[in-house]
């Protein structure tokens, strides 16, 4: 083992969002826009969640996530714990994408996601990442 | 020596842990950045390991390969 490191704090872009709100049923994509919640105009994009009277709103230059539940009662903070962590996924898969990296993914028992990003033979340096010839990853 | 990976566990609400396995030397710092700024805030220090002392020569002569 190398080294290992905890952070927290998606940042995430649009096409990350928009896969991450696809795997909540019932959840809506609204896009980049100003969304009213209860007592304010949030701009950024737009998350409409299952069960939330307003929607959830991501700040474009921080990636801070904007929501009014009053405390739980008007959308269950769950849903949007379960957004955060798939937004962490699919931004881990894009990032892996860009590079050429395999990745999967696998559900762990205790809710947390696990991904194991292969990066063959080229230790990951910059401009590494390339599959060997004839076969992934 | 097996190849290098990088293991990211993410659990409901985004903190994400990410352990680099198989690198020797520095190289392992370089090799999961993309993925580290991907999550905005650092909760821990970096735990290093070993191989992150390790002399790198061997590496450097693969990747010239």
């Not at chain 1, 872009?13 to 969304?35: H, P």
């Not at chain 1, 999967?104 to 809710?111: F, H, I, S, W, Y």
């Not at chain 2, 990088?6 to 993309?34: D, F, M, R, W, Y």
Request: glycine residues 12%; negative net charge.
């Amino acid at each position: 083992m190398s080294h290992t490191v905890t952070r927290e704090g998606v940042k995430c872009s649009q096409e990350g969002w928009q896969k991450a709100v696809a795997r909540i049923s019932g959840a809506e994509y609204l896009g980049v826009g100003k969304f009213k919640q209860y007592s304010k105009l949030q701009e950024g994009i737009g998350i409409k969640l299952p069960g939330y009277q307003y929607p959830v709103v991501v700040d474009l230059v921080t990636n801070e996530i904007a929501s009014d539940t009053y405390n739980g009662n008007w959308g269950d903070l769950k849903v949007q714990e379960n957004l955060l962590q798939f937004a962490g996924v699919e931004a881990t898969k894009l990032e892996a994408a860009s590079k050429g990296y395999d990745i999967t993914e696998t559900l762990l028992d205790n809710g947390d996601i696990q991904l194991n990003v292969s990066t063959g033979n080229s230790f990951g340096v910059d401009g590494g990442g390339v599959a060997p010839a004839g076969g992934s990853l | 020596m097996s190849k290098p990976d990088i293991k990211i566990t993410i659990k409901p609400g985004g903190k994400a842990s990410i352990e680099v396995n198989n690198v020797q030397g520095q190289n392992c710092v370089s090799l999961s950045k993309g993925f580290e700024d991907l999550f905005v805030k650092q909760v821990n220090e970096r735990s290093l390991k070993t191989e992150y002392y390790t002399d790198t020569e061997q590496h450097l002569n693969i990747e010239e390969t």
